[in-house]
């Protein structure tokens, strides 16, 4: 404890919106990349499977889909996200915080 206020020191302090929103969109664009990592590897399973003559077409069609609605889910918010943070960087650097 601080003796001059008699707060603990330990507390941290609570993040301001701004840096909670540019946290989010940074979680957001992170959530993204992971998504589309998986993606690759889906579609890398489905050439792999193609090639080997190992799945049917209706198998197929599933997971393009699934990559495909994945893919495009995680694409928007990962674009919503960087508007956000390209215009929090605008609005600090032109003194509008």
């Known amino acids: ?21 540019t946290t989010r969109a940074a979680n957001e664009l992170t959530a993204a990349c992971n998504v589309l990592q998986r993606a690759a590897a889906l579609f890398n399973a489905i050439k792999f499977a193609v090639s080997q003559e190992k799945l049917d077409e209706f198998y197929v069609l599933s997971l393009i889909e699934l990559g495909a609605e994945m893919t495009t889910q995680y694409a928007g918010r990962a674009d919503n996200a ?16």
């Not at 929090?88 to 915080?97: D, R, S, V």
């Open 82 to 97: 960087s508007d956000y943070s390209l215009s929090a960087g605008h609005a600090t650097e032109a003194g509008h915080e």
């Open 1 to 21: 404890m601080n003796r001059t206020n008699m707060k603990p020191e330990h507390v941290a302090r609570r993040p301001s919106r701004d840096e909670a929103q």
